[in-house]
């Protein structure tokens, strides 16, 4: 049975997923997730920018 692993998003969310497919999202997307939890800092910046981004959106 494939392992699962969990990764973190720099929002500070997370997700468990199968190896193979957090491995690729983690090479894919290093700025937006990890293996380890983004540091607080990291996790601010990015949710200060997708805010930002959200209101020139609307």
């Known amino acids: ?5 969990k990764i973190y998003r720099v929002t500070g969310d997370s997700a ?8 690729e999202a983690v090479r894919n997307h290093p700025n937006e997730w ?12 990015a949710q200060k920018a997708i ?3 959200a209101k020139v959106e609307s």
Do not use: H, I, L
């Open 34 to 45: 990890a293996f380890e939890p983004f540091s607080a800092e990291q996790t601010e910046k």
């Open 16 to 23: 468990e997923m199968y190896a193979g497919d957090a491995r």
């Open 1 to 5: 049975m494939p392992t699962k692993v």
């Open 51 to 53: 805010y930002s981004f």
